[in-house]
C-alpha cells in the first residue's frame, strides 16, 4: 500500500499525473480540483494516495488532503460506485457539498455530475447517510490536530524524499525543533539538513 508520494512533478494529463520519486514514474490519478492546484512541471509534488488493486491492474488516486481521500474511500465502500464514478464526484463537487448532500439525503445534488444516475445517487446515499457523521467527526478531530504536528511530519517526508532513512530524518527533525521558532516545514527542513551534514 503506497500512502502517499512525494516527488517532481513530471507530467500533467486530463485526469493523471506522474510523480517521479527517485527515478522512478508513477502514474497518479487524480480529481480536476487536484489537477487545479498543481504546481509547474519540474517543481516539487506531495500528494496522500489510496490504491486500488483488480485482477488485471494496480492504480494510484492521488488526493491533495486527507478529507477528499477519505471521502475517496467511503464512496468506494458504496455498491456500484468504483473509483472512476467516486474520481468523478470528487471532480464536480466539494467536499463540504458532497457531505452536505449525502446528510440532507439530496441525491438530486449527486445526479449532477456526470456518470451517476439517479439510483447510483440514491444508493450513495442510502448507504452512506450513517457513516458520515463518522466521517465529519474524524474530520474536525484531524483539523484540531496541532499544525506543529503536521509540520513535523511534512518535514520528515520531506527528508525521506531526499535519500535519508526514517530515523534519521526523524532524528534530525526533533533536533532541530530545539532551535527553530517558527514551525513552518522549510524551516524545519532546513535546520534538520545541517544536523545531518554534521553527521
Do not use: C
Request: zero cysteines; charged letters at 25%.
Amino acid at each position: 500500500m503506497i500512502a502517499h508520494l512525494y516527488g517532481q512533478l513530471a507530467r500533467v494529463g486530463a485526469d493523471f499525473v506522474v510523480i517521479d520519486v527517485g527515478g522512478v514514474g508513477y502514474k497518479v490519478f487524480v480529481p480536476l480540483s487536484v489537477l487545479a492546484q498543481l504546481t509547474q512541471v519540474g517543481e516539487s509534488v506531495r500528494l496522500l494516495t489510496s490504491t486500488v488493486v483488480k485482477e488485471d491492474s494496480i492504480t494510484l488516486y492521488g488526493f491533495s488532503d486527507e478529507a477528499q481521500q477519505g471521502l475517496f474511500d467511503l464512496l468506494l465502500t458504496v455498491s456500484g460506485v468504483g473509483p472512476k464514478v467516486a474520481l468523478n464526484i470528487l471532480s464536480v463537487l466539494p467536499v463540504e457539498q458532497i457531505v452536505r448532500a449525502i446528510s440532507n439525503e439530496a441525491f438530486h445534488e449527486l445526479n449532477r455530475v456526470p456518470g451517476v444516475g439517479t439510483k447510483t445517487a440514491q444508493r450513495i446515499v442510502l448507504e452512506l447517510r450513517e457513516k458520515i457523521t463518522a466521517f465529519v467527526w474524524a474530520e474536525a478531530a484531524r483539523k484540531t490536530a496541532a499544525p506543529e504536528q503536521r509540520a513535523i511530519d511534512d518535514a520528515v517526508e520531506g527528508l525521506i524524499a531526499l535519500g535519508y532513512s526514517r530515523s534519521d530524518a526523524r532524528a534530525a527533525v526533533e533536533e532541530a525543533l530545539k532551535t527553530v521558532k517558527d514551525r513552518d516545514t522549510g524551516a524545519v527542513i532546513r535546520t534538520a539538513l545541517k544536523f545531518l551534514a554534521k553527521g
